[in-house]
Each structure stands twice: as structure tokens, then as C-alpha cells.
């Protein structure tokens, strides 16, 4: 996913900004916060000094000077001072939480449905080109990330900075030659952070692929716990697993390793910016070149100075890993639409149902196969059977009629109309499709078949379900349509779940379905069932179908047999079977009139 590994830290920070500008007000806001809650922070330890200038010099200390004459007076100012600084510090560390917090979880939230709803405009090459593993990781696991940092870090970064600016301000007044020296050790903390930000930025990047990986490996596993388990390869696959956790342990542990270097470079040079403050400052106050009070506010400031920096190593590692994470996110969101949708057009309704490819081309990227000069016409209301090889390029033209994809030559119509001119959402209401892959979502069986039509009343869901022959074995489920079907559809069989989604495809009632192998994992009677119910509600409306059972195609109005990508054969049942072709000979092999080894589709 980190396509622009190039990429340094710092431009993915800027990225970030750009995709944050609709947030400008509430980052301000706690920005704002967390510079006034660092300006309250420091200074107690000034007010420290001053109370050592009071008791030192009583009368002639620097408060006297403000009107306060007597110590007494000048104590009890300082600690009405210090209550209203305290509160103040106080209220806007609260301040600060609640803004970058809240800012943290809307970004956050923002950013993941923004990404997933891209995702979801891609077009299926990417998905085929991508682990969904790597998906989900960038979504989930890469925004969180990028939460976490904002929650502290960000916070973090700031108040560093406030403090170099501030501190410095009060130490070149009270003294530039202690400030030079205390400060001398700052362009080598800062020289030190951007080395090891430079060290860690590839390492983090590596670490974040490693977690891809891993949500990968996991996600495939599960999902194929049962082929894990029929070939007992569950010591292989925890082995592999092992592996793919091993390599992310071994990428946090090289990005650790530099960042673990950080802290301790950065102490020697806080000790050696400490001792100058301290020895320099201390021979000044003796001579009477440096009063007291002073002398006691850099001691304290130097400390509120340089010790934090050493603080940088965390906020350094938590900013890599947030911009590691960041780069990924919005490389997804940068990822181009190629199947545009083409604005609010609609199909003309009433969609009448005629599907028409003229001459069309289209190849996979990956592979090289798939379908080459095709042109079909399916009239509104004819029923089309595609027949041939797997491979041959018979789902090809499924996807390229749902707008999966877009042909290279030639154009797909539906009454007339070349649907590339069309919004996607009113080409796919037009079409329902019932897939060999059938998908059911975790919920239970009315969820799943009203999937397609969420305002369907339970008259109509019953209907459909009937009309797919699956109302007989729903009703002898303890909970009904209630039932939850499991992740997957996992707790139905291959049979049941094909029948339900041939329901929600009816339920939907599109003028255009499309059964890519509807009947392949349904048994013989449940397929005759179904062949009737399809007679039904051919009636009406286009079909298109898939199937390498001859059988049950026999009734199509047009029989086209795809080879190769190109149109081999095309005419009714028995047209072909007169022309004694490839669809002739694969009749007879089903049918057994010949032996297996004569020609195939």
C-alpha cells in the first residue's frame, strides 16, 4: 500500500493538513490551548525566582518595584499570582485534552469512511490486485495509529516547541551569555531528531507493511478454517503464521533498536547545556553580576528547557509511525477511479431489458485473457444461456454489463442507451445478479434476502423466498426468517445459500438477472424446483445465463457458446444440436451418448 515509500515524514505531514482542511478551526483551537496551557507551565518557575529575589532583597527586590512595599505584601501577591496561574494551567490542559482528543476520534472516523467509500468506487482490478488483509490493516489499524498520535503527540510536539521559544525569550533577557550556553546543545538535540527521524521514517514504513501482512495471513486463515482443517495443515498454517509474525516482530525491532538510541545522545547534551547554565551562572551570581532570583529562574528554566526534549524520542517515534500510517491511508485515497460514474443520467424507465455488446474488447491487466470483438444482442424479455470453457471469457461479460470494468473497444447498451453515459446506481438496480460465489452477509435470512430492497414488506419477502424454492426449508428453521445465517452464510448449506440469494435477486424485482452458475450447488430435484421457478420469472424480463450444465438451459431463446474469448456458436437448443458442433458434442457427453473423451466445451 505504501506505493510513495520516497515519501519523507515531513510531506506526509503536509499531505495530512491538505486532507484535514475541513478541521482548520478545531486544530487551531487546540493549538491555541496547548500554547497557553506550556505558557502557564512555566511559570511557577519564574515566580520561583521572584520569591528568592523577594526574600533576598526584600525592599529592593523586583516586585517592590511594582508597588508592593513590604515583603509580606509582596509574598501574598506572588501567591495570589501563582493560585490564578495554577487554575489557568489547569484549564487549559483540560481544554487541550478534550480538543485534540475529539479531534483525534472525528478525524479518525472521518478518514477510515472516507477511505472505505473509495474503496468501494474502485474498480474490481484493484481488489484482485490487493490482500484484504492490507485493506483492512490500512483502515483500521493505520487509523488508529494516526489517532494515537494525535492524542498526545501532536499535543507533544507543540508545547516543545512553545518552551524553546518561551525559555529562550526569558533567558536572553536575563542574560544572553548563559542563554548562548544553555542553548548550545539545542542544534545538536534537533540535528539528533531529524537523523533518527531520517533512521526510523523506512522503518516504520516496513514495520506498518508487516502488520498488512499479518492481517492478511489471519484473515485468509479464518476464513478457510475448514480446508485448514479437512487437510489437517493446522501445525503448517500456525507455522506460517508464526513466520509472518516473526518478520513484524523483526521490523518493530529494528525501528526500536534506533529509536531506543535517541534518548541517551540527547542526555549527555542536556547535562553538558545544565552544567554551563549552572557553573557559569553560579560564578555571576557570586561576583554580584547576576542577581539571585535570576541565577535561581535559569537554574529551574534550564530544566524546563531541556528536559523535556528528551521527551522528543517518543513523540518522534509516535510521529513516525502515525506518518508510516498516514502515507498508506492516503496513498488508498489517491488511488485513481477508473470506472467513473457518470453523473445523475439515469436509464429511461421504464428499463425495457435489451442488452446489446458491440463489439466489444476487454483484457485483464494480470493475465492477458478475456474477450475480444464480441457482439451479442439480447432482445427485452429473451432468456440468453452463455456456454463454454472455464476461462473462456463467459464472466467477463457479466462484469463488463455491471460496469466492473470497461471494455478496451465496443460499448455494452441496455435499450439503446451505452450504460458508460449512465449513473452506476441505476444500471445495477436495473440488474440482479445471482453469483456461484454466493455472498451472505452475518445477520440473519431476512436481512439477507431484503438486502437488496430494505422497505420490502414480509409478504414480498416471502414470496421471493417461495419463488426460489426456499420457503419449505426456512420455515423448518426453529427461528424462521429470524435465523442468523452466520458469518459467510456459514451455518447454511451450499444449497440453501444459493437458493436465498436467488431470492433477494428476485425480491429486487430488476428488469435484467443475471444467474452466473445459479443452480451448481443445488441437487437435482432443488434444480428442477428452481427451473421452474425460473420459467416463471423469465416472463418479463431479460436473463442472462452462466451455466455448464446443459441441462438447464435447454428453454433459452438464444444459446451463445463462448471459446477463447470470441463468439464460437450461437442459435436455440436444438439449432445447435442439429449444427453437431462444440454444443453439440458437450450435449452428448452430459447426456452420455458418447464416452467423456470426445470434444468438450
Request: net charge neutral; proline share 3%; aromatic share 8%.
Amino acid at each position: 500500500m505504501s506505493s510513495i515509500t520516497s515519501t519523507n515524514s515531513f510531506q506526509a505531514l503536509v499531505r495530512l493538513l491538505r486532507y484535514a482542511r475541513g478541521y482548520r478551526r478545531r486544530i487551531i483551537a487546540a493549538t491555541t490551548c496547548s500554547i497557553i496551557n506550556k505558557i502557564f507551565d512555566i511559570a511557577p518557575e519564574i515566580l520561583i525566582g521572584v520569591a528568592i529575589d523577594v526574600v533576598v532583597n526584600q525592599e529592593r527586590s523586583f516586585v517592590a518595584r511594582l508597588g508592593f512595599t513590604t515583603p509580606q505584601e509582596q509574598i501574598l501577591m506572588l501567591a495570589v499570582l501563582t493560585f490564578f496561574i495554577w487554575a489557568g494551567e489547569s484549564i487549559f490542559e483540560y481544554l487541550y485534552k478534550i480538543l485534540w482528543r475529539n479531534l483525534a476520534q472525528r478525524l479518525q472516523a472521518d478518514m477510515r469512511l472516507d477511505t472505505y467509500e473509495h474503496a468501494q468506487r474502485l474498480d474490481m482490478a484493484f481488489f484482485e490486485s490487493k490482500s484484504s488483509g492490507q485493506l483492512v490493516a490500512t483502515m483500521n489499524d493505520d487509523v488508529n495509529q494516526l489517532e494515537r498520535f494525535l492524542d498526545g503527540g501532536a499535543n507533544s510536539l507543540i508545547q516543545v516547541g512553545v518552551t524553546v521559544v518561551a525559555v529562550g525569550a526569558v533567558f536572553f533577557v536575563i542574560s544572553p551569555l548563559i542563554a548562548l550556553l544553555a542553548f548550545t546543545p539545542i542544534p545538536l538535540i534537533i540535528w539528533g531528531a531529524f537523523f533518527f527521524q531520517r533512521k526510523a521514517g523506512p522503518l516504520y514504513a516496513d514495520v506498518r507493511e508487516k502488520v498488512g501482512d499479518l492481517a492478511s495471513r489471519l484473515s485468509n486463515n479464518l476464513s478457510g478454517i475448514a480446508t485448514i482443517k479437512s487437510f489437517t495443515s493446522e501445525d503448517r498454517e500456525a507455522a506460517r503464521l508464526r513466520e509472518t509474525s516473526e518478520a513484524y516482530v523483526e521490523a518493530n525491532r529494528r525501528a526500536i533498536r534506533v529509536s531506543s538510541a535517541f534518548i541517551p545522545v540527547i542526555r549527555m547534551a542536556i547535562l553538558a547545556g545544565f552544567l554551563a547554565t549552572f557553573t557559569v551562572g553560579g560564578m555571576l551570581a557570586l561576583r554580584g553580576d547576576l542577581n539571585v532570583g535570576a541565577y535561581g529562574v535559569l537554574v529551574f528554566l534550564t530544566q524546563r528547557l531541556l528536559w523535556p526534549l528528551t521527551g522528543l524520542a517518543e513523540v518522534i517515534d509516535l510521529f513516525e509511525r502515525a506518518m508510516a500510517s498516514t502515507r498508506r491511508i492516503l496513498d488508498l485515497l489517491a488511488v485513481p477511479i477508473t470506472v467513473k460514474d457518470n453523473g445523475d443520467r439515469p436509464l429511461a424507465v421504464p428499463v425495457r431489458g435489451e442488452v446489446s455488446f458491440e463489439a466489444v474488447s476487454f483484457h485483464y491487466a494480470s493475465s492477458g485473457v478475456g474477450v475480444d470483438d464480441v457482439s451479442l444482442r439480447v432482445p427485452a424479455g429473451n432468456t440468453l444461456a452463455l456456454v463454454g470453457a472455464t476461462g473462456s471469457g463467459k464472466s467477463t461479460l457479466i462484469k463488463l454489463l455491471l460496469r466492473f470494468y470497461d471494455p478496451e473497444a465496443g460499448q455494452v447498451c441496455i435499450d439503446g442507451q451505452p450504460i458508460r453515459e449512465v449513473s452506476l446506481n441505476s444500471l445495477r438496480q436495473a440488474i440482479g445478479l445471482v453469483s456461484q460465489d454466493v455472498y451472505l452477509f452475518e445477520g440473519s435470512i431476512r436481512d439477507n434476502i431484503v438486502y437488496g430492497k430494505p422497505e420490502a414488506e414480509a409478504s414480498q419477502v416471502i414470496e421471493a423466498a417461495k419463488t426460489a424454492e426456499a420457503w419449505e426449508f426456512i420455515q423448518a428453521l426453529p427461528q424462521g426468517l429470524d435465523t442468523p445465517v452466520g458469518e459467510r452464510g456459514i451455518r447454511l448449506s451450499g444449497g440453501q445459500r444459493q437458493r436465498l440469494s436467488l431470492a433477494r435477486a428476485l425480491l429486487k424485482d430488476p428488469p435484467i438477472l443475471v444467474l452466473d452458475e445459479a443452480t451448481s450447488a443445488v441437487d437435482n430435484e432443488t434444480e428442477a424446483a428452481i427451473q421452474r421457478s425460473l420459467q416463471k420469472i423469465g416472463h418479463g424480463r431479460t436473463v442472462i445465463m452462466i451455466a455448464h450444465r446443459l441441462s438447464t438451459i435447454v428453454h433459452a431463446d438464444e444459446i451463445v457458446v463462448i471459446d477463447a474469448g470470441r463468439v464460437a456458436e450461437q442459435g436455440t437448443h436444438a439449432e445447435l444440436i442439429e449444427r453437431g458442433g462444440r454444443y453439440a458434442a458437450q450435449w452428448r457427453v452430459q447426456t452420455g451418448a458418447i464416452q467423456v473423451g470426445e470434444a468438450v466445451l
